[in-house]
């Protein structure tokens, strides 16, 4: 046999095997340009609980949710498919038995010899148990904000890259910043600016091995206002193991700090036989410089 038939032969199997295995992995579905169902494979019969039967009668509405399937923006997205423009996406299907499922989808448009659009192919695969854990984590930050809000400490969420998603009204009320000017950026670094960086990397090392990690240090609000304050972040985990969110709660310790910072100079004074006077002079000069400390610098 001539080497390009064993090439051509070898080549058709394998096309062949690798569409078997295609088949057999991705939920594959066509449907007409009225959206009625016109063939689905195995594997998409199984995912949305479809009797044969179904096919040739079921419309693609049908594996909508209600909102959706009577939505401006389902009927655009069909003509959209229609016109010749491919879409693809994470979303949500009604099964024929009445239960859910996510599916990550491309619908494209099928053109016959003329170009022309006939019908719309569907590939899909199944992501309902990423999806239902990512809403179940979406439902706990939920959850917590509302705890958050009833707080008069200040409290920010951070996602693993200390990218702020959450902050409660504590935290505008002690620092000015609403949720909207600091989403997205690095809190730590926006609030303890003199802080050395090592620092919050030593603290970010602690969070993703799962380790709580606390610091005190003079923070810096939106106005220049500073504050003492304690920042205690707790790693929020994954199934796996993996940190996904930190929850930082941040006390104002200004008047503890300077109460607690007056009461050792003032026993380092007197344990070194200074005379009273001396001793309420430094006292005082301690008060003045601390205050600098906690005040916006335009007011200075």
Not at 24 to 37: S, T, Y
Not at 65 to 84: E, I, K, N, R, V
Not at 169 to 193: N, P, Y
Request: proline share 3%; net charge negative.
């Amino acid at each position: 046999m001539p080497f390009s038939s064993v090439s051509h032969a070898g080549t058709a199997s394998q096309l062949e095997d690798r569409w078997s295995a295609f088949d057999k992995a991705m939920a594959l579905a066509e449907f007409a340009l009225d959206g009625r169902l016109i063939s689905a494979n195995a594997r998409c019969q199984e995912l949305l609980r479809l009797d044969p039967a179904q096919v040739g009668t079921l419309q693609h509405a049908q594996l909508c949710t209600a909102g959706l399937a009577q939505s401006p923006a389902y009927g655009a997205m069909w003509q959209s498919l229609c016109d010749g423009h491919e879409f693809s996406g994470v979303v949500e299907r009604v099964c024929c038995d009445g239960s859910r499922c996510w599916l990550e989808a491309l619908y494209a448009p099928v053109r016959d010899r003329q170009g022309v659009v006939t019908h719309i192919m569907m590939a899909a695969t199944d992501v309902t148990q990423s999806k239902r854990t990512e809403l179940a984590r979406q439902d706990h930050l939920w959850r917590l904000s509302l705890v958050a809000d009833t707080t008069d400490a200040a409290i920010v969420i951070t996602d693993s890259n200390s990218r702020v998603v959450y902050s409660n009204d504590g935290f505008h009320r002690m620092f000015g910043w609403t949720l909207q000017e600091i989403q997205e950026q690095k809190v730590l670094e926006l609030l303890a600016q003199q802080t050395p960086v090592e620092l919050f990397e030593r603290v970010r090392g602690d969070l993703r091995q799962g380790r709580p990690a606390e610091m005190e240090e003079v923070a810096t609000g939106k106005g220049g206002r500073r504050y003492w304050s304690k920042i205690i972040c707790n790693p929020v985990m994954d199934a796996q193991g993996q940190w996904v969110y930190t929850v930082s709660v941040l006390l104002d310790i200004t008047k503890t700090k300077i109460h607690e910072v007056l009461h050792q100079r003032a026993l380092q004074a007197m344990s070194s036989d200074l005379p009273l006077m001396q001793v309420l002079e430094m006292v005082c000069e301690e008060v003045e410089r601390l205050a600098r400390r906690c005040v916006p610098p335009s007011s200075r």
